[in-house]
């Protein structure tokens, strides 16, 4: 019996929740895509719907490559533990977008959830790489977790982002341009 066997459902599921919030993604900015634009609003997309996405795909790509037949968990380990580092390193950009833009001023829980919580999730998948070799089932029971952690960021941020969006920019607008 393969360490793997038995997560197949487990990423079943949480990878085709992420393909299709990743959809849901999609769908939402098309239905918002014709009301009008701040200047500026590209970096705050860039800092805050973004990184939605990002997440999503990730939880995506976890899902597709602990899902593969795999011989052993070195190679594999080796992939999430890139994913992680590399998601670090996408952290650090979300967080120098997030003090660039101008359009919106972050509060903690953004700072929260844009940065600390998904730079924690990250560095869980590349310290896990780590401890694959020596510990394999609780290095995946870890990379299950930050899967799932990375999963609720990214829907946290996009109804965040989705609510300000509709409630708070569409009060923004000019009475006239409401009126149309």
Known sequence: MSLLDG???FYVIVGSSAGALIGLQFVVITLISGRPVERGE???SDAFSTPSVVHFAVVLLLSA????PWDGIGTIAVLWGLVGLG???YTLVVARRMRRQ???RPVFEDWLFHVLIPCAAYAMLAGSAFAARSFARTALFIVGAAALL???IGIHN???TVTHLVFVQRHRQPEDELKR
């Open 65 to 68: 490559v602990v899902s593969a």
């Open 158 to 160: 996009a109804w965040d």
């Open 7 to 9: 997560w197949e459902n």
């Open 150 to 152: 990375l999963l609720f």
């Open 87 to 89: 998601g670090v390193i």
């Open 42 to 44: 590209a970096q705050a």
């Open 102 to 104: 101008t359009v919106y």
